[in-house]
């Protein structure tokens, strides 16, 4: 029986589950506290999806409310890390089988190039971690929170102004 | 039009590293800034991945033109690759033609090289290939330019010429030159006889060992050699069966046009001059000529035959052929009115040999329930069939199944010397 759509390849499939199954794990850390019944569907739903659509920005929901969950309740302990690399893991997954649709076997170079970019984009992950943990927010100076909303809109302009569609 | 346009993954790297920063500045969740700092990079890297240009894709064939189970790659051109670092095309399918990779769908680095996609015809014909879709990325993913439609070639499929020879020889060669052996004697190179010499007779000629054994001067006499007027009759009026291309099953047209195919290079490589007439919705008329250049006009008048249900038999066949050509009907003779044509063809004093390319398309598959409607159906067509053909062979038409190599090697031997009896005409 064939269990694959024809042109499929398994190396696909398995990446596309990632998509699914990552953005669970990283609500699963919190367990035994289990999240609400909406959270958990929502993240199922939107994962799923993103599954079916790697190359849509439906993409972001999961992963904005497995971050939403975790930052409301405050958790900075180790878990927070593992949080982190895998919803990496599933933006790497997702961007890889994204490249062409799902007959387009995943060229072993492109993978391995995206896995050295996930493992770069991870490093500020536990420098911020560290940061938030050792640092009092209360001790720092009014200026440093200025600055850093100043450099937030900065940034936001910038980003604006760069994905504004170019001359064809 | 088409522009550099971000990627969904550059727009979710985007809302999340910016989301989570000014989420928890603003909101003092530092625990978001914590999840959103990878993003932060890969946002970045890939806002500054941005191209400046807009390429040209061109996809050209390496051939317009080849025989079935050939081969041809379509090939990317992009006039500027700057900060593009993947290639990804998407080939749409082509009806008998098969891709690779499978199902025409390829990516790979630029730094590899742009991707091919390779093209093989599997039926002749005229096949429209290359239709695609290509899509260039940037680095870190982050803009995608297209995916660009891009149009199809058009591929004249020639027909694979099935392994084909004889070595018998046309019936009545009546052309000036050529290889086949004439009746009549000339300066060819095939010994006739020897003879005493006579006033005319040329020099070189004479045989000095028999005329100094005899002491009488003798000559040697050879026969002509001569070419001849060979027509090919192909019944495209309808196509029986299903093409599977030169992999699976052959339709009656399959076999009709590759039999042509193999007759024609087979006749034109002996010398012969050799004609064709398609009877089909589209017929066509090549008249008698040789040589290469014009077997490749044989060959593209074959490609390009294609059947109607509209179409209608002739009532007579008009090739202008004389009394010393000879006339292939290409035919699975499903229509009375061509074995009427092909009869008269006959009684007009060419040497007509039918061609049977029915194959087995009339017979029913293993397992098939016999007394189902379409079974009796095409029993019924096969039976009236074979009596057209017994009838045709009792007026002197040979018919012959293709069978490929030595098809028409006894056929053209009895011809052969059907012609050398002498006549008494009225």
């Known amino acids: 029986m064939r269990v694959l759509r024809p042109g499929v390849t398994a190396t696909v499939v398995a990446l596309r589950a990632l998509l699914l199954v990552l953005p669970c794990a990283a609500l699963a850390l919190a367990l035994p506290e289990v999240p609400h019944g909406t959270v958990l569907a929502g993240v199922v739903v939107s994962a799923a999806a993103w599954a079916w659509l790697p190359d849509h920005a439906v993409g972001v929901v999961p992963l904005a409310i497995v971050a939403g969950w975790w930052a409301a309740h405050g958790v900075v302990d180790w878990r927070v890390l593992v949080v982190g690399a895998l919803l990496v893991a599933a933006h790497v997954a997702a961007t890889v089988v994204s490249y062409g649709p799902a007959t387009l076997p995943v060229d072993r170079r492109l993978a391995r190039r995206w896995s050295a970019r996930g493992l770069l984009a991870l490093v500020p992950l536990p420098v911020t971690w560290l940061a938030v943990r050792g640092l009092d927010p209360g001790a720092a100076p009014s200026w440093l929170w200025l600055a850093a909303a100043a450099t937030t809109v900065a940034m936001l302009l910038l980003t604006a102004r760069l994905v504004r569609p170019g001359p064809a | ?426």
């Open chain 2, 1 to 426: 039009m088409t522009s550099w346009r971000p990627t969904p993954a550059l727009v979710r790297s985007c809302l999340l590293a910016l989301g989570g920063v000014s989420g928890g500045i603003v909101l003092g969740q530092e625990v978001l800034v914590v999840l959103a700092a990878p993003f932060v990079v890969l946002a970045a890297m890939g806002l500054a991945g941005r191209p400046r240009r807009s390429p040209r894709l061109v996809a050209r064939l390496d051939h317009h033109r080849l025989h079935e189970g050939q081969g041809t790659t379509s090939r990317l051109e992009v006039d500027d690759l700057a900060g593009v670092e993947h290639v990804t095309r998407v080939a749409a399918r082509a009806v008998h033609v098969a891709t690779s990779p499978t199902y025409g769908t390829v990516g790979s680095l630029v730094d590899e090289g742009l991707p091919g996609v390779a093209f093989s015809p599997r039926r002749w014909g005229r096949r429209a290939v290359g239709a695609e879709r290509v899509a260039l990325t940037s680095a870190w993913a982050g803009w995608r330019f297209g995916p660009v439609p891009l149009p199809e070639n058009s591929l004249v499929v020639l027909p694979q010429t099935a392994p084909y020879d004889t070595r018998a020889e046309v019936p009545q060669p009546d052309g000036l030159v050529g290889r086949h052996r004439s009746r009549r004697l000339g300066s060819g190179t095939e010994l006739e006889g020897i003879r005493p010499f006579a006033p005319g007779d040329r020099l070189k000629r004479i045989t000095w060992p028999v005329s100094l054994r005899t002491g009488e001067l003798h000559v040697v006499t050879t026969r002509a050699e001569q070419d001849a007027g060979v027509w090919l009759v192909v019944d495209g009026l309808r196509d029986i069966g299903v093409s599977g291309g030169i992999d699976g099953h052959a339709s009656t047209l399959d076999l009709t046009v590759r039999a042509a195919a193999a007759l024609a290079e087979h006749h034109v490589r002996t010398g012969d001059r050799v004609g064709l007439l398609v009877v089909a919705a589209n017929g066509a008329r090549v008249p008698l000529g040789s040589g290469p250049r014009h077997l490749q006009r044989l060959q593209g008048t074959l490609a390009r035959v294609r059947t109607e249900a509209r179409s209608t038999p002739p009532e007579r066949l008009d090739l202008g052929a004389g009394a010393g050509s000879v006339v292939h009907v290409l035919s699975p003779m499903l229509f009375t009115p061509l074995v009427t044509a092909t009869a008269g063809l006959q009684r007009s004093g060419a040497s007509v040999v039918v061609v049977d390319t029915l194959g087995d398309a009339l017979t029913a598959p293993d397992g098939a329930d016999r007394l189902a409607l379409p079974s009796l159906a095409a029993r019924m067509q096969r039976i009236e069939r074979d009596d057209r053909l017994r009838r045709l062979a009792a007026l002197g038409t040979p018919v012959v199944p293709w069978r490929g190599p030595g098809t028409l090697d006894t056929v053209l031997h009895q011809l052969a010397r059907r012609a050398q009896v002498p006549k008494v005409r009225a």
